[in-house]
């Protein structure tokens, strides 16, 4: 069964576009519950980390630049089918291909300066979201934290 939560961030180029409160608009009324949200500027280690799986491939560094260029947000959404729906939502990666009326087709400027990030599976959704949140936040804000784990141990 797939999960009801998954990571989004509003990176910094739409933040500072002025994008971000349009861009939760449009989440919401996708049927998105916003569960969660914090503005927060990443530090290189911390963007380095959270994007460990591209180490290494030639866009990296200036990935890891662009993310600590200023702040963005990380929010926790929730609705049935979370990771694909949002994605959906998104646009694909390279806002050239991405289908009109997406976030990406939008507010996206070029594949690396792309607007949104999404998780992309069950698990790393898991991962991500509490590479940015804590139990304690989640549970606070409401959140089913049981779901997660069931995500965890499926
Ligand atoms: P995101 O969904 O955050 O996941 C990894 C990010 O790396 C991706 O969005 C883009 O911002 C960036 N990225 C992926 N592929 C490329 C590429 N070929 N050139 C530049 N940036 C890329």
Redesign the pocket.
């Known amino acids: 069964m797939s999960g009801r939560h998954t990571l989004m ?1 509003i ?1 910094p180029n739409a933040v500072k576009n002025g994008y971000a409160q349009k861009i939760f608009l449009e989440v919401a009324e996708a049927g998105f519950k916003i569960l969660a949200v914090k503005k927060l500027k990443l530090s290189k280690e911390e963007a380095e980390a959270f ?1 460990y ?2 180490n290494g ?4 560094d ?2 890891v630049e ?2 600590t260029s200023g702040a963005i947000y990380a929010a926790v959404i929730e609705k049935d089918n979370a990771v694909a729906d949002w994605r959906k939502l ?1 646009g694909a ?2 806002p050239a291909k991405a289908e009109e009326g997406t976030i990406r087709k939008k507010y996206a400027e ?5 607007a ?3 998780s ?1 599976s069950d698990e790393n959704a898991l991962n991500e979201i509490f590479f940015y949140f804590s139990a304690r936040e989640i549970v606070n804000a409401g959140g089913k934290l049981m779901q997660l784990h069931e995500i965890s141990n499926k």
């Open positions: 961030l990176k994007y799986v591209h491939k030639p866009f990296f200036s990935l662009f993310m998104m990666t390279d070029s594949m690396q300066h792309n949104v990030h999404g992309d």
